[in-house]
């Protein structure tokens, strides 16, 4: 399918990139060039183009074109999981705690370098040393500046090699390796612009230094970028050879440009523009589910909310249905459990439905029939704010006096981690693509006093001793047959659903916008970010 732009689009794009060949240009505007995508996305979230340092969603999907890593996802079928990348294959020590990886030969960065182990024993002590945000990904397996000599080095040219501090389910610790932290850079080149002992940090926060299938031609911070494909990519060849991302914020704007040809996919549309393009048969909208689950939590220090039937019946005063068919509607499905659809051990189950009478009957047998107090905290955030009205009309129902207050991130998280709150209206992502990201988030609590600080826990801030689902985590992380670990995740959330102060309500559905001939668009489902290499047109 051929759009028409106009000649104030054409020149917008052409500011962010260089002419590519089957362009075609008149005083009436252009088609679409069959080998570039232009999308239109939210991209101010970006800080740095370090994939060592990158932990924001649109420097995922930065990360993902252009750079490779050992162990990588396939999007044409994330179901598989991991797979082998810039390594061929990997063997595991009888201890468990040694990985063996051989590198794949012929592989060369876009310097043209050879892409060896020695890059990649570069790349991971980079990301180790640096302790930039997402670095606890890799040194959660004990790696530190002081002993990564080794625990991660280069055994030859071919051979790689990493050493965990205990023995870890191999599939946690190679799920890991399949995030951004863990692409491999170009070592000569990013040495050669270290500055200060910085591990060429500076240098590579607005450059790059990959083999993925893109190399940076240009990015402009809050505005766009543009990566150029490159030739010979080892996965195959590319079909879009130039990508361009703009930074669109609003809704009707990327509407506008996406029915007008402007661009190929809007990434942001609202649940009422995505109805109003819904008749044109020359665009399609796709839906993916994403990470982003949005619950409850109940703060156990509070006497009435630490009953077990008060926690109980508030999980039968929320609308699932009303809020997924109203204002969530194509934004978010119900989700009752920890762990997002699509993520190993996931579990579909929803036992929860909006029952007053049910409640009712457990607040009563709690001793608060008469209902009681209760404050909500949440960050102003349209959805949530929503969310919260809502919850506060059927507690209401059932005699529980709900009032709201918002603020923002800052000032809603600062009560949250201090456990200074009795109900939290909120959301939360995985950090990784492994079921332990949320399983050690929601359900694991070493210690549970007020000097334990484990803020990065919900269960923690949620004052939720989780004694026993601390324990099958544990031992969940550590179980070497994927299959039996994936049914402990299953039966953590079994128990989870039953006893813990937390109501999962709902898993984000990302809602992509496209022209109908664009296919192989895959925004990364719930556990990675997008990939342009599959797209064609």
Known sequence: MQFKR??????????????????????AGAATPPNMLIVAGRIDDIISLDPQEMFEFSGTDMA?????RLVQLNPTDLSKGYEPGLATSWEISEDGKTFTFKMREGVKFHTGNPVTAKDAEYSLRRAVAMKKTPSFILTQFGFTPENMSET???????????????KYAPSFVLNCFTSAIASIVDSELVKSNEVDGDWGNGWLKTNSAGSGAFKLQSWKPNESYSLTAVPGYWRGEVAMKRVIV???????????????????????????DIAAISTNEDLKVEDTLRGRLMYISFNQKDKALSHPKVAEALKYLVDYKGMTGSF?????????????????????????????????????????????????????????????????NTFGQAGIRA??????????????????????????????????????????????SDEGKH??????????????LTKLTDLAVQESDREKRA???????????????????????????????????????????????????
Do not use: C
């Open 6 to 27: 106009s000649l104030l689009s054409l020149a917008l794009a052409a500011s962010v990139a260089m002419p590519i060949s089957g362009a075609i240009i008149s005083e």
């Open 487 to 537: 049914r402990m995740y299953v039966q953590a959330q079994k128990t989870f659903q039953k006893e813990a102060p937390f109501s999962v309500m709902f898993q984000q559905i990302e809602q992509n916008s496209m022209a109908a001939n664009v296919t192989g668009f895959n925004p990364g489902g719930a556990i990675t970010g997008v990939f342009f290499w599959p797209v064609k047109k």
């Open 455 to 468: 803020v990065g826990k919900l269960a923690w801030r949620n004052a939720y001793p989780a004694t026993e």
């Open 64 to 68: 993902n074109n252009m750079y490779d």
């Open 152 to 166: 991660i080095k280069a055994v030859d040219e071919n051979t790689f090699q990493i050493t965990t501090d205990k």
């Open 246 to 272: 703009r930074h669109v914020m609003e809704s009707a704007s990327q509407r506008l440009m996406l029915e007008k040809g402007d661009v190929d996919v809007a990434r942001h549309l609202s649940p009422e």
């Open 328 to 392: 969530l509607k194509g934004q978010y499905t119900i989700q009752q459990a920890f762990l997002p659809q699509t993520y190993m051990g996931e579990l579909k189950d929803t036992p929860f439905s909006l029952n007053v009478e049910k409640a009712k009957e457990l607040l009563d047998q709690a001793g608060y029939a008469d209902g009681f107090d209760v404050e909500f905290i949440v960050r102003n955030a349209t959805e949530r704010v929503e969310i919260a009205q809502s919850l506060q």
């Open 403 to 448: 009032s709201i207050t918002q603020g923002t991130g800052k000032q809603i998280l600062g009560r949250y981690r201090a456990r200074d709150f009795q109900i939290y209206v909120g959301a939360w992502g995985p950090d990784y693509p492994d079921p332990h990201t949320n399983a050690d988030t929601f359900a694991n609590n070493p210690d549970n």
